[in-house]
T-cell receptor, first 117, second 113 residues
Framework: AQTVTQSQPEMSVQEAETVTLSCTYD???????LFWYKQPPSRQMILVIR??????QNATENRFSVNFQKAAKSFSLKISDSQLGDTAMYFC??????????????FGTGTLLAVQP | NAGVMQNPRHLVRRRGQEARLRCSPM?????VYWYRQLPEEGLKFMVY????????ESGMPKERFSAEFPKEGPSILRIQQVVRGDSAAYFC???????????FGPGTRLTVL
C-alpha cells in the first residue's frame, strides 16, 4: 500500500520570501504521478503542480516548483516570492499509473502555510 | 467550461435522517470520484464511478453509504441514517479518463446534529 507523509503540520513565511514544503512517500510502484494541491480558507481543492515519475525534469508552474528525488521518494514544493494569497493548506498526493489504475489519489495530512505581511 | 458542481454546499441533518449529495462533473468528463475530509485531516478516497458503473468502492463504509452515477444526471452520494461521525466535507472530483488530473468541486459540508 502507498503512503504519503508530510512532516510539517504548520509553516510560516514572510511575504516575498521563499519556502519549501516537504513530502515523502512510500511505494513499490515504478510508474506514478505526484501532485501538490492547495486548499485555501474557501476549502476548494486547487491543483498546484503535477510530476510524472518517469520524467527526471522537475515540474515548474510560475512561482511553484518541485524537487523530485525518485530514489529517495521525496517530493518537496518550493514557493518563490510568496504572496498573501498563497496562505492555505497544502496537500501532497500520490496516484498509481498503470493499466487498470483507478485514478485514486492518496493524500498526506497537509501542511498549513501562513504567509505573513 | 464550468467546473465541477456540487450541491448543496452546506447540509444539516439530524441523526437518523438521510443525506443526499450531488455532483455534476465537468463537461466531457465521464469519471467521478468521491472523497471525504474529516476535520483536521486530509482527503480520503471513498468511491470511483463511471457512467452507470462503480469501478472502485474500496473506501466506502460497508453500511449506510452508497453512490451512483446514472446515465443521465449527476452523481449521487447517499448516506442513510446519518450519525454524528458522518459530519465532514465531502468532495467530488472528475476527470476525462484515467492517468490524469482530478478536478475537484467546492465540496459539501455535512453537519449532523
Amino acid at each position: 500500500a502507498q503512503t504519503v507523509t508530510q512532516s510539517q503540520p504548520e509553516m510560516s513565511v514572510q511575504e516575498a520570501e521563499t519556502v519549501t514544503l516537504s513530502c515523502t512517500y512510500d511505494t513499490s510502484e515504478n510508474n506514478y504521478y505526484l501532485f501538490w494541491y492547495k486548499q485555501p480558507p474557501s476549502r476548494q481543492m486547487i491543483l498546484v503542480i503535477r510530476q510524472e515519475a518517469y520524467k527526471q525534469q522537475n515540474a515548474t508552474e510560475n512561482r511553484f516548483s518541485v524537487n523530485f528525488q525518485k530514489a529517495a521518494k521525496s517530493f518537496s514544493l518550493k514557493i518563490s516570492d510568496s504572496q498573501l494569497g498563497d496562505t492555505a493548506m497544502y496537500f501532497c498526493a500520490f496516484m498509481k499509473k498503470d493499466r487498470g489504475a483507478t485514478n485514486k489519489l492518496i493524500f498526506g495530512t497537509g501542511t498549513l502555510l501562513a504567509v505573513q505581511p | 467550461n464550468a467546473g465541477v458542481m456540487q450541491n448543496p454546499r452546506h447540509l444539516v441533518r439530524r441523526r437518523g435522517q438521510e443525506a443526499r449529495l450531488r455532483c455534476s462533473p465537468m463537461k466531457g468528463h465521464s469519471h467521478v470520484y468521491w472523497y471525504r475530509q474529516l476535520p483536521e485531516e486530509g482527503l480520503k478516497f471513498m468511491v470511483y464511478l463511471q457512467k452507470e458503473n462503480i469501478i472502485d468502492e474500496s473506501g466506502m463504509p460497508k453500511e449506510r453509504f452508497s453512490a451512483e452515477f446514472p446515465k443521465e444526471g449527476p452523481s449521487i452520494l447517499r448516506i442513510q441514517q446519518v450519525v454524528r461521525g458522518d459530519s465532514a466535507a465531502y468532495f467530488c472530483a472528475s476527470s476525462p479518463g484515467t492517468g490524469g488530473v482530478l478536478f475537484f468541486g467546492p465540496g459539501t459540508r455535512l453537519t449532523v446534529l
